[in-house]
């Protein structure tokens, strides 16, 4: 479903990517750790045109995104992600916030939309928020709603950065078992979290970044009970 090969990018003079390869297979789910500023949210951002890479290639679901002629709207149809800032429209209501683009880019008929939205918002168990504003709900229920509106144009990869680290403790939980509940479904999806327990919980694989470079990766019992790196084994020193 993405394929990474020889990944590089460069802010100015800064290089944050070096020469990253990955394949993500379809349905797996993958959590992405590391320390600040290594390089985790460039690295899933080029997984659908967030940033542009400076060299290697990335493919995803077949689509060559570093190719000239690649489609920025089309990828973000397949690739959908959700933010640490939950980035709702402020001025819509729960549910306009998740027929929007579906209306807009996909041209679903609005009936059909807000049929499809409810769904998913009683997925995340909000169905009754649907005519409420963003600012009138939680910040777990903010991001439950930005998950819902992900999902919401029928991805076939989510991508999740950091989305519970701006939420107070007592709703990380609700927001967690709302991806959990998504990774019992066949969507791909990249998380970069610190939460070691939905990693042991739902990844297939965890993945250790560090200056812009991939140093380890394994299951979740791999990074629990024997990591290779000194660098891995002083980062879960701090997080675990
Ligand atoms: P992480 O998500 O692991 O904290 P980032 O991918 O956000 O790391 O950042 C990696 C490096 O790239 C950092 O040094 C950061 O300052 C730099 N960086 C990220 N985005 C930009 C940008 N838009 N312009 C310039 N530098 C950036
Ligand atoms: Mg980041």
Same mark, same amino acid.
């Given at each position: 479903m993405i394929v990474l090969e020889g990944?590089?990018? %460069?802010? /100015?003079?800064?290089?944050?990517?070096?020469? =990253?390869? @990955?394949?993500v297979a379809a349905g797996e789910k993958v959590v992405v750790i590391g320390p600040s500023g290594s390089g985790k949210s460039t690295l899933i951002r080029s997984m659908n045109l967030l940033e542009t890479p400076s060299g290697g290639k990335i493919i995803v679901d077949g689509v060559d995104l570093t190719s000239?002629?690649? +489609?920025?709207? &089309?990828?973000? $149809?397949?690739?959908?992600?959700?933010?640490?800032?939950?980035?709702?429209?402020?001025?819509?209501?729960?549910l306009e916030n998740l027929t929007l683009a579906p209306i @807009? =880019?996909? &041209?679903?008929? &609005? *009936? !059909?939309? $807000? !049929?499809?939205? @409810?769904?998913? @918002? +009683?997925?995340? /168990?909000? &169905?009754?928020?649907?005519n409420a504003y963003p600012a009138q709900l939680s910040g777990g229920q903010q991001? #439950?709603? *930005?998950?819902?509106?992900?999902l919401s144009m029928k991805p076939r990869v989510m991508l999740f950065d950091e989305p519970t680290s701006a939420l107070d403790p007592e709703m990380i939980q609700e927001v967690l078992d709302v991806m959990v509940d998504l990774a019992k479904? /066949?969507?791909?999806?990249?998380?970069?979290? %610190? $939460?070691?327990?939905?990693? #042991?919980?739902?990844?297939?694989?965890? =993945?250790?970044?560090? /200056?812009? #470079?991939?140093? !380890? $990766?394994g299951t979740p019992e791999h990074f629990?009970?024997?990591?290779?790196?000194? #660098?891995?084994?002083?980062?879960l020193s701090k997080i675990l």
């Open positions: 990944v590089q990018k %460069h802010f /100015g003079v800064n290089h944050v990517l070096k020469d =990253i390869d @990955l394949t000239p002629d690649a +489609e920025v709207e &089309k990828v973000r $149809e397949s690739v959908a992600m959700v933010f640490q800032q939950f980035n709702l429209y402020p001025h819509k209501t729960v @807009l =880019i996909k &041209k679903v008929p &609005k *009936a !059909e939309a $807000e !049929e499809t939205g @409810l769904a998913f @918002l +009683e997925r995340v /168990g909000l &169905k009754d928020k649907a991001q #439950r709603v *930005a998950i819902a509106r992900a479904e /066949g969507i791909t999806m990249v998380v970069v979290t %610190h $939460e070691m327990g939905f990693a #042991r919980q739902v990844a297939d694989r965890v =993945i250790f970044m560090d /200056g812009g #470079r991939i140093i !380890e $990766e629990f009970v024997n990591p290779e790196s000194d #660098r891995t084994k002083l980062f």
